[in-house]
């Protein structure tokens, strides 16, 4: 381990990768300590460095670790988001508390950004990004704001279906940035792989990828490019199939009257619930896929 900033550490493994320009993929960890149950959001973790490695890219973890940012983590670690108690989810705003106060917890889409962009990363791997809530008269996720603001290539199957969809590619339009299709010309609906929305472009490979975020950041511009991946589809859900366990997971986090930060976790967590599983096997399915792809394109960015 070797620290670049009082706050930062890296383990060997991704700051030899920073220095030789060997392709490198950050990963988030909100989804490890708030997205997913364990004992599968351990198993998660691994599963996603290992497809990174297996396009023989290096897998960096973001995380906090007692007051400290991670970028890499080592297996005791990443064992440690995943089953310690108390675990803080880190978006932009909670980083200084949690620094200040000694805190663990699992970064966010947006506090991974922050971490990955000091540390000098290029390319980025997560489920589904955070965005425009349904219902709630304002709930926007921190995460539109970082990607409009951090040059990153993000890899996602677009944006949670319990989402406002189409006001959530709204703001990303307002913001700037680049909604990429990879292979396809749709948005794709997190456990669906169509939204029936379209995306602002597509590209046809990992290199075209690279190409497109590398002309827009040739151009000053410093938002992130949206690598939007279609869930696999023998793991994909239908619409009608999640449709009514949205609907009925919104009015129950209504009902119970849940904000702020807790909204996703608890819809996350009833989807499941309700779906009998099949949400969690596709949130599983594509995590890993877009970890795949992520690797790809950073052969071609680093
Ligand atoms: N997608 C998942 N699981 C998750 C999340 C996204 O499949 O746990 C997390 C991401 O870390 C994302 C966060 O950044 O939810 C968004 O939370 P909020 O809506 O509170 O900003
Ligand atoms: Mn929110």
């Given amino acids: ?95 200084a508390p949690a620094l200040a106060l000694r805190q663990s917890g699992g970064t966010t889409v947006a506090g991974t950004l922050v971490a990955a962009h000091l540390a000098g990363l290029q390319v980025f791997a997560t489920g589904g990004i955070g965005g425009v809530h349904r219902e709630a008269p304002f709930d926007i996720s921190t995460d539109l704001t970082q990607l409009a603001r951090t040059p990153l290539v993000v890899v996602c199957a677009g944006a949670k279906a319990i989402l406002d969809l189409p006001a959530t590619l709204e703001v990303l339009e307002t913001y700037g940035v680049p909604v990429v299709g990879f292979q396809t010309e749709e948005f794709p609906a997190f456990y669906s792989r169509s939204s029936g929305l379209p995306v602002s472009c597509s590209a046809d490979s990992p290199q075209q990828v690279a190409e497109i975020a590398r002309a827009h950041w040739g151009l000053g511009l410093s938002s992130a490019i949206l690598l939007c991946v279609p869930p696999p589809a023998e793991a994909a859900l239908s619409p009608d199939a999640v449709d009514g366990a949205i609907a009925q997971a919104l009015a129950e986090a209504q009902a119970a009257n849940i904000h702020g930060q807790k909204v996703t976790p608890f819809m996350l967590s009833r989807m499941a619930e309700l779906t009998h599983g099949s949400s969690l096997t596709t949130n599983l399915a594509l995590l890993k896929n877009n970890a795949r792809v992520a690797a790809q394109v950073s052969q071609y960015l680093r």
């Fill in 1 to 95: 381990m070797n620290e670049i900033t009082p706050d930062i550490i890296m383990t060997a493994d991704v700051r030899q990768a920073l220095t030789a320009h060997l392709p490198l993929v950050a990963l988030e960890s909100t989804v490890i300590t708030h997205g997913l149950p364990y004992p599968e959001n351990l198993q998660l973790a691994r599963d996603m460095e290992a497809e990174v490695r297996s396009q023989q890219a290096v897998p960096a973890t973001v995380g906090v670790i007692e007051g400290q940012i991670h970028v890499g983590l080592s297996p005791a670690q990443l064992e440690h988001l995943a089953t310690g108690q108390h675990m803080v989810k880190v978006s932009v705003r909670d980083f």
